[in-house]
């Protein structure tokens, strides 16, 4: 089965940084478009950024833009999320997607708390 | 950005009734509408895409329809395991908005 495993979250203070990565299993990773997509505590889903299948191709939402950087090796079949000047309103579990608007493979998450 | 609408927020309902669940688009999405079920501690589920074609291994109980603006979800007989958190997604414009989920609980 494939399989998409987050790493990288965890507690950092207003304005620090984290990188965030996601391995995929399949050797067809390179064929999808890739996309983060974050929940803060209690709340609903949010498109972050996505990244084309070469890597050519890169958006991202408003409120992280200049902030977060994604990128992809697909050689290594990863998918990475660099956020910089974390905030706190970016507290969230964060989910590595296969795909971006039709996502048909989550990873489980990792949680990103931004708090001093 | 593309605002989805989700209605009702909280739906109740029992075991074996029919859920008929909405999600409206602040402008036309096409047919770009995708479902996604999510429950407690897990990463959401693809249900339906492009907003009538079921994803692999999604019961025939859930079915899907709608262009343009206004799209629905049915659930044609709830079993148990069915309740759950209900998002929808555009991809028509980035950024892929969801909506704001519709909850389906057991009445």
């Known amino acids: 089965e494939v399989q998409l495993v987050e790493s990288g979250g965890g507690l950092v203070q207003p304005g620090g940084s984290l990188r965030l990565s996601c391995v995929g299993s399949e050797v067809t990773f390179s064929s999808y478009w890739m996309s983060w997509v974050r929940q803060a505590p209690g709340k609903g889903l949010e498109s972050v950024a996505n990244?084309?299948?070469?890597?050519?191709?890169?958006n991202y939402v408003d409120s992280v833009k200049g902030r977060f950087t994604i990128s992809r090796d697909n050689a290594k079949s990863s998918l990475y999320l660099q956020m910089n000047n974390l905030r706190a309103e970016d507290t969230a579990v964060y989910y590595c997607?296969?795909?971006?608007?039709?996502?048909?493979?989550w990873g489980q998450g990792t949680l990103v708390t931004v708090s001093s | 950005e593309i605002v989805l609408t989700q209605s009702p927020a909280t739906l109740s309902l029992s075991p074996g009734e029919r859920a008929t669940l909405s999600c409206r688009a602040s402008?036309?999405?096409?047919?770009?509408l995708t479902w996604y079920q999510q429950t407690p501690g897990q990463a959401p589920r693809l249900l339906i895409y492009d907003a009538s074609n079921r994803a692999t291994g999604i019961p025939a109980r859930f079915s899907g329809s709608g262009s343009g603006t206004d799209f629905t979800l049915t659930i044609s007989s709830l079993e148990p395991e069915d309740f759950a958190v209900y998002y929808c997604?555009?991809?028509?414009?980035?950024?892929?908005?969801f909506g704001q989920g519709t909850k389906l609980e057991i009445k």
């Open positions: 402008q036309s999405v096409s047919s770009y």
């Open positions: 990244i084309k299948e070469d890597g050519s191709e890169k």
């Open positions: 997607a296969r795909g971006s608007g039709m996502v048909t493979k």
């Open positions: 997604q555009q991809r028509s414009n980035w950024p892929h908005t």
